[in-house]
């Protein structure tokens, strides 16, 4: 399994605050949605939980991988997923490279899982990068194998993380959220409007997702970003 380093100036990559700054309250606010989310775990079989927004520039990503970190650091084997096949972004904000990934293992039988997997600077946290982007992402997505590849994963990590595209966007969210165990829908605050957010909640309930709570993020705290998580219940 290849291993992430750090970067040229032998820290963190900026955007992982939880692993570059991990006293800072930006990094307290990321576990306290963690705790939040294994509160919404509690007593039930969730060991895939896929991350969207209603719209493009929400955060996702970056949120999903810091709170990636913090479930790794708190000693869960984590993997996190980039399952966004049109505009990666994890390889980015873990500076890893992206020649390989899901792409390469869907539709190479012959890889193995440690070859396109890397271990992180961070104990216990793992990336799997999206690969080569494909012609036809929602149909790779939608796969058996993806679905059997994803099953065979969670017998190697306590939790994993799946990093996807904005829901109203295009149909690949909404495809993972069917048959992954949990959700997580991220809002950026003065981004998303009411109609944007309900209409990808719509959409999560169309495919009977198990929608566990929404990150509110991009929320101005004494000058600077603040992070608030709400249950999502039952659906409703």
Same mark, same amino acid.
């Given at each position: 399994?290849?291993?992430?380093?750090?970067?040229?100036?032998?820290?963190?990559?900026?955007?992982?605050?939880?692993?570059r @700054?991990?006293?800072s309250?930006?990094? !307290?606010?990321?576990? *306290?949605?963690? &705790?939040?989310?294994? $509160?919404? +775990?509690?007593?039930?079989?969730?060991?895939?939980?896929?991350?969207?927004s209603?719209?493009?520039?929400?955060?996702?990503?970056?949120?999903?991988?810091?709170?990636?970190?913090?479930?790794?650091?708190?000693?869960?084997?984590?993997?996190?997923?980039?399952?966004?096949l049109?505009?990666?972004?994890q390889h980015?904000?873990?500076?890893?490279?992206?020649?390989?990934?899901?792409?390469?293992?869907?539709? @190479?039988?012959?890889?193995?899982?440690? !070859?396109?997997?890397? *271990?992180?600077? &961070?104990?216990?946290? $793992?990336? +799997?990068?999206?690969?080569?982007?494909?012609?036809?992402?929602?149909?790779?997505?939608?796969?058996?194998?993806?679905?059997?590849?994803?099953?065979?994963?969670?017998?190697?990590?306590?939790?994993?993380?799946?990093?996807?595209?904005?829901?109203?966007?295009v149909?690949?969210?909404?495809?993972?959220?069917?048959?992954?165990?949990?959700?997580?829908?991220?809002?950026a605050?003065?981004?998303?409007?009411?109609?944007?957010?309900?209409?990808?909640?719509e959409?999560?309930?169309?495919?009977?997702?198990n929608?566990?709570?929404?990150?509110?993020?991009?929320?101005?705290?004494?000058?600077?970003?603040?992070y608030?998580?709400?249950?999502?219940?039952d659906?409703?």
């Amino acid at each position: 399994m290849k291993k992430a380093g750090k970067d040229k100036i032998g820290t963190y990559p900026e955007k992982l605050v939880t692993a570059r @700054n991990p006293k800072s309250a930006v990094a !307290e606010a990321y576990r *306290a949605i963690r &705790t939040n989310i294994e $509160f919404s +775990l509690f007593d039930k079989e969730v060991k895939t939980i896929l991350f969207t927004s209603a719209t493009q520039g929400e955060g996702k990503s970056v949120v999903s991988a810091n709170i990636a970190v913090t479930m790794a650091l708190g000693g869960k084997k984590t993997l996190i997923i980039d399952a966004d096949l049109r505009n990666p972004t994890q390889h980015k904000i873990f500076n890893i490279g992206n020649n390989l990934g899901l792409t390469n293992m869907l539709i @190479n039988e012959n890889l193995h899982p440690d !070859e396109v997997i890397i *271990a992180a600077s &961070t104990d216990n946290l $793992f990336i +799997l990068p999206s690969g080569p982007l494909p012609p036809n992402p929602a149909e790779l997505l939608n796969s058996q194998k993806m679905r059997g590849f994803i099953a065979s994963l969670t017998n190697y990590s306590d939790i994993i993380l799946v990093d996807a595209p904005p829901i109203n966007v295009v149909t690949d969210a909404a495809i993972l959220a069917s048959y992954l165990d949990g959700t997580v829908l991220i809002a950026a605050s003065g981004q998303v409007v009411k109609e944007q957010a309900a209409a990808a909640r719509e959409q999560l309930n169309k495919v009977k997702a198990n929608i566990l709570g929404v990150v509110l993020n991009k929320t101005p705290a004494n000058g600077s970003y603040s992070y608030n998580y709400y249950y999502g219940g039952d659906n409703s």
